[in-house]
């Protein structure tokens, strides 16, 4: 009775831990680290375009240079791109990037864009406005629950300290290059940011991101010039 009691314990004690672990942050369905062509945590990409984005796809491409990475369009004014990494590395997505336009008359407002954003990623750990009278842009940053707390905690100081933007770089994130975002997120940064510009409480689009810094590095140069 002793061990059988025991085994009871010891399977509740692994249950909480598979129920305890986040879920991976996503946009349109796709995590980080999905490989182009492998399996991960038992799906497919090309899995999740056919029986959970298709319906809603009007094109997509892969593309093979200068880095690996596909374009994908879908209904509401949506543009998604999966940009992977190298071969080595399992050809894995380290940055997805999906921007949302809204037409006229049918834009979102600055707080729902923030309750939206909250209500996927969870409270962010990071944000940064820049207002006047008649306009504002937003940057919110999540870093992944996932990761361990050391890492967490490590990503975290290097935002604390190096992430600092300009009006002009909050207005403008999604237009910065990678060496300009490494040098604002951090060298070890993983996690989702948002970001979007509000006219006379009008958001004409939104960028929403999942980025992971150290993978980004098996395809791109991004030491200091």
Request: charged residues 30%; proline residues 5%; negative net charge.
């Amino acid at each position: 009775m002793k061990r059988v009691l025991l085994a009871a314990i010891a399977l509740l004690g692994a249950a909480h831990l598979v129920w305890a672990e986040e879920p991976r942050q996503r946009l349109m369905n796709i995590p980080l680290d999905m490989p182009l062509e492998e399996e991960l945590d038992g799906e497919f990409l090309e899995g999740i375009y056919q029986e959970k984005l298709l319906p809603e796809l009007k094109d997509s491409v892969l593309i093979e240079t200068p880095i690996q990475h596909i374009e994908s369009h879908f209904t509401d004014d949506r543009a998604l791109e999966l940009w992977f990494s190298s071969r080595e590395d399992g050809r894995r997505v380290f940055w997805a990037h999906l921007t949302q336009s809204f037409a006229e008359g049918k834009e979102s407002k600055p707080e729902t864009a923030l309750a939206n954003f909250e209500a996927i990623f969870g409270k962010p750990d990071v944000m940064r406005e820049s207002k006047s009278d008649i306009s504002g842009s937003w940057i919110l940053i999540k870093i992944d629950p996932r990761l361990s707390d050391e890492r967490r905690a490590t990503i975290q100081r290097q935002l604390d300290a190096s992430f600092n933007p300009t009006p002009d770089q909050i207005g403008g994130f999604s237009f910065l290059d990678m060496r300009d975002r490494i040098a604002l997120l951090g060298p070890d940064f993983r996690g989702a940011i948002f970001s979007f510009s509000a006219f006379k409480g009008k958001v004409g689009a939104q960028q929403t991101e999942l980025l992971d810094m150290v993978r980004a590095h098996s395809v791109l140069n991004l030491a200091p010039q």
